[in-house]
């Protein structure tokens, strides 16, 4: 045996070792997330194309976030 065995100097191998691994597989699942995230957004933003709401505010009222007609009070 030409050097004794530095196990201080071989956990500190494996514990960086174990690090990188936990570090990537992190990273993975982060990017993973994101792109859920940014679909998930994109889907939300883009409005639906609905005719009868463009109808109902060419007959006087105005339409709300839920797509109901709020008739104005002229009387």
């Known amino acids: 045996m030409a050097f004794k065995p530095n196990y201080r100097l071989q956990r500190a191998d494996r514990s960086r070792a174990a ?20 679909e998930r957004t994109a889907t939300v933003e883009t409005p639906p194309n609905d005719d009868k709401a463009d109808d109902d505010k060419a007959q006087g009222g105005e339409v709300d976030d839920c797509r109901r007609i709020q008739r104005s009070q002229e009387g």
């Open 19 to 38: 690090l990188a691994r936990s570090e990537e597989k992190q990273r993975k699942k982060d990017e993973k997330a994101a792109q859920r995230r940014a």
